[in-house]
């Protein structure tokens, strides 16, 4: 695989990377994995490359700032 950064793709190579990435964005219920694709839209977008959305992401993980809230899927066991 080449270069994955914004000058070096077009969006449609964007879309296919991000979503070989994350996988099936269905296959879970609570509604974490739809919230990843979001995540990446700014690189889709071609407004952030990845490794500033990613290491956003881990600066707010690890500082404690709060996030959005989870959702449950109603999954009742």
Do not use: H, W
Not at 14 to 43: F, H, K, P, T
Not at 54 to 73: D, H, L, T, V
């Amino acid at each position: 695989m080449g270069s994955i950064l914004i000058k070096d793709t077009s969006r449609e190579e964007r879309e296919r990377i991000v979503a070989e990435s994350i996988g099936n964005i269905n296959g879970s219920c609570d509604g974490c994995m739809a919230g990843l694709a979001d995540m990446y839209q700014d690189y889709i977008d071609g407004k952030k490359e990845i490794r500033d959305i990613n290491m956003e992401f881990r600066a707010r993980y690890e500082s404690g700032i709060e996030g959005p809230e989870k959702q449950s899927c109603g999954y009742m066991m």
